[in-house]
T-cell receptor, first 115, second 116 residues
Framework: AQSVTQLGSHVSVSEGALVLLRCNYS??????LFWYVQYPNQGLQLLLK??????LVKGINGFEAEFKKSETSFHLTKPSAHMSDAAEYFC?????????????FGKGITLSVRP | GAGVSQSPSNKVTEKGKDVELRCDPI?????LYWYRQSLGQGLEFLIY????????KSGLPSDRFSAERTGGSVSTLTIQRTQQEDSAVYLC??????????????FGDGTRLSIL
């Protein structure tokens, strides 16, 4: 069984500051990992994904994440926060090579950006 | 191109009524998923369709929930005898193919269901 842990429910940063959103996973098989963003009253938008290969993954809007197998982590970062980054962020895992790619999500983290 | 389309965007109904939620996936996407997003439970998988294969219903919370996918395209999620705990946002997603788990899922904007 897979699981995702996102510690804390809310992170607040100043505009221009570093954004760090933490994600730890548990999986019995090599995982595929995803970060999604959700703006109010909208669906989920894919930020980035890790499947195989390079462990540092770059996504849209200046976000990146690093897969660390030894730490079972996939933390999301952005060097400089922008007001438009305020949203809810979800980390998710699916089974690699599985016939069913259903996603298991973390609880989500709300990011606030202060002017 | 067109994304995943869900209708209605909002639905308010009385406890005990049946509801149908519709999902139009991205054209050419063979895999379709339903998820539920609620305050207490976060995002939960409900059901998965892939081509003509039998759907994976392992996430459906009770036998009041059912879903079908006609012609490998449009899907309908039906909730019978709705209960207040069914209030949630129901999200549909589609992706390109089965067995290649790195294909990302594209989500619709969801149907917000409120049970009075």
């Amino acid at each position: 069984a897979q699981s995702v842990t996102q510690l804390g429910s809310h992170v607040s940063v100043s505009e221009g500051a570093l954004v760090l959103l933490r994600c730890n996973y548990s999986s019995s098989v090599p995982p595929y990992l995803f970060w999604y963003v959700q703006y109010p009253n909208q669906g989920l938008q894919l930020l980035l994904k890790y499947t195989t290969g390079a462990t540092l993954v770059k996504g849209i809007n200046g976000f990146e994440a690093e897969f660390k197998k030894s730490e079972t982590s996939f933390h999301l970062t952005k060097p400089s926060a922008h007001m438009s980054d305020a949203a809810e962020y979800f980390c998710a895992v699916s089974e690699s090579g599985g016939a069913n790619s259903k996603l298991t999500f973390g609880k989500g983290i709300t990011l606030s950006v202060r002017p | 191109g067109a994304g995943v389309s869900q209708s209605p965007s909002n639905k308010v109904t009385e406890k005990g009524k049946d509801v149908e939620l519709r999902c139009d996936p991205i054209s050419g996407h063979t895999a379709l998923y339903w998820y539920r997003q609620s305050l207490g439970q976060g995002l939960e998988f409900l059901i998965y369709f892939q081509g003509n294969s039998a759907p994976d219903k392992s996430g459906l919370p009770s036998d009041r929930f059912s879903a079908e996918r006609t012609g490998g395209s449009v899907s309908t999620l039906t909730i019978q005898r709705t209960q207040q705990e069914d209030s949630a946002v129901y999200l549909c997603a589609s992706s390109l193919s089965q067995g290649i788990s790195n294909q990302p899922q594209h989500f619709g904007d969801g149907t917000r269901l409120s049970i009075l």
